[in-house]
């Protein structure tokens, strides 16, 4: 600004007071008027009453210009040991800001920075009592108030105390909602979701995450890590389907993001665990680094899930090993649990202790205690537990009389690629079927809700043998003799499944992944069920149309975009030009078409 030099004092304090409360942004340019104007104390105060908007580099030629006369000053001794903290001095940074504390306005900020100052430290225990005391002096609804509650938060939630992280986040939240801070409160309600998530609290932890998620959809910042945990979060729920999608999504925002994609890639391999592509998720566990600049909850993170591959293979003794070398936490005395290591009373004390309510109802499962474990189950459905096949081998038979467990056994069957089902957390492929047409009658049952006549069934599958209703009734008994209990069922002249089904071809309309898209549909069974396959093959087909002109209008978008900046490109308009008629949107391509002309006549 030319004018700095000749302006008055009064008209700098104006300017400067104007600049500051125009835009955040603008606090540099209000400062550097009051120092032109030589009026370097009100220039402190400004700094230390608005420092989260003040850049590094203003906040140090704001310390460079002050004399030494001003440097007594409680606001330069704020603002010098928030500098020095930044910088990594953390001895002179503790003695500037205890300096600072004797100035009664810069008391809560200077205990807030203090416990920035232990938790690099390695003192989080002191940062939680600086954050407490920052807290108790901040007044109502003051960003202040909502990064000491914020901070507090995740303390809390690193300590494994779910239920004060989640108090603080929530008034985190509420408070950076109220100031206008929308990324600081999408910040503390991915806290408040995690906590939530850890208490086994999954619908609200989900409502949090996707609040959280749009805040920062509408910003154009979004995290990889929160689909991260909103993938673990179905998974715990048993929505398979809905897990993927949420990983997918997060790898896409992953890039360059080394930390994210490793526990994108954990989750990932997970996933294929209850999926039964066993192979895959082992070589995603593979591909990971294991040298040293992984983060210790990482390996901690992958090493569970290798350990839940090593019992879902049977090899108790690697199982343990690996579980052995990790620290203690509910998800390792879960593990203990289901492999007889520890006792299923003291996973419930544990579990109850920590307010943890997934743990708590395997630990009320694995006990018998079918009626006390059935709110928990009614309310967050986690439907994980009944993917497991150590826990499965000991509810599936409950769950042949027992009609409300019967719902959380679900039949996975993949149709895309190489046939194969899970149950009860197990995998199956054709050849755990006696005959072919067996697995063809479980994939027509799982097609619909109601069932199937006996009769249609028996012309569809047997047309030509002379003793149709005994081929159905073999097939029947050898389906339910696979999986180990009554999951076919023929009543009235009716044949239905007793468990619930899911089947990924009935999801074809939302599938985004195109090698997914691109597989075979029941190769091994399209001569049997020929007319399901046709039916299949035309909703993928328009499935493939559907995200060819989604992709088709993205790319127009972006072109429209790039020629408002450039007009002259003209290899792009042409390229717009086909892309409009590719998507029948004739008029606009001649709008463009005559613009080329103009264009080229030039």
Known sequence: MAIRG???????????????????????EAIATLIEAGLIEEALTLGAQWTDNLKRSDLERLLWAVPEALKDHPAYAYLAGRLARQSGHLALATELLQKAQVYEPLKAASWFELGLVWLRAQTPAKAKEAWEEALRLSPGFSLLRGKAAHNLAGYYLSEGVFSSAEQYAEEAAKTFQVLAYPELEAESLHIRALSLHSQG?????EQNYQKAMRILAELGKPRSLLFNNLAELYILRGELDEARKALDTGYQFATGDPRAMGYLKVNHAWLCLLSGTIEEGENILRSMSTGGS??????????????????YRGDREEALTLLGDLPPSLARTMELTLLKEADPRSLEEEASKQGSLLELTASLLLQGKIEEAYPFLERENFGVLFLDPDLADYLLPLSS??????RFFRIHIYGLGTFRITFAGRRYDLGSFPTRKAAALLVLLSLTREGFPSASLEEKLWPEVDNPKGNLATAVYHINRTFGTRVVEVRKGVVFLRYPASVDLLTLDSITDLPSLSKPILPELKDILPDEVLLFEAKRQRRFETLSREEAARVASYLESLLSQEPFALEERMRLIAL??????????????KRLDQLLKR
């Open 401 to 406: 009389w027992d009609e409300r467990l019967r």
């Open 580 to 593: 409009y008629e590719e998507l029948g949107q004739k008029h606009i391509a001649e709008l463009h078409r």
């Open 201 to 205: 609290r999954l619908t609200e932890a």
């Open 294 to 311: 992984e983060e210790e909850e990482l390996k901690n993170e992958r090493a569970l899930v290798m350990a839940r591959f090593a019992r």
């Open 6 to 28: 000749t302006i008055s004092s009064q008209e700098a304090r104006q300017i400067a007071s104007c600049l500051a409360k125009a835009h955040r942004e603008a606090l540099g």
